[in-house]
């Protein structure tokens, strides 16, 4: 993937983190960093490793990480009103 053409991004992004530490420096630096760039308002990293889920939102012009949800926590967002699940979902 060429990450200087992606264009026209939504609000909200979601990855999983890609096995190997290049991959993982890709999702959590260069990726995070374009999404910022490109006005992105929110950014979850999905470590299925860890089975936890790092929240980053928009804050002061860059994705900020604000919270990391573990297994027995619920995710939310102000983007998805009525939107609630269990990290435990994503790790089936």
């Known amino acids: 993937m060429n990450l200087t053409t992606i264009e026209n991004l939504d609000c909200l992004a979601i ?5 190997g530490l ?5 999702d959590r630096e260069a990726k995070l960093k374009l999404y910022g760039s490109r006005g992105v308002q929110e950014y ?6 860890l ?3 790092e929240v980053y939102r928009h804050q002061q012009a860059m994705l900020k990480l604000v919270v990391t ?12 009103p009525n939107f609630t699940c269990p990290i435990s979902c994503f790790f089936l």
């Open 44 to 49: 979850w990293i999905l470590n299925w490793q």
């Open 22 to 26: 290049a991959h993982e420096q890709r």
């Open 15 to 19: 990855e999983v983190l890609s096995p």
């Open 69 to 80: 949800l573990l297994d027995d926590d619920r995710l939310t967002s102000p983007l998805l």
């Open 51 to 53: 089975q936890q889920v």
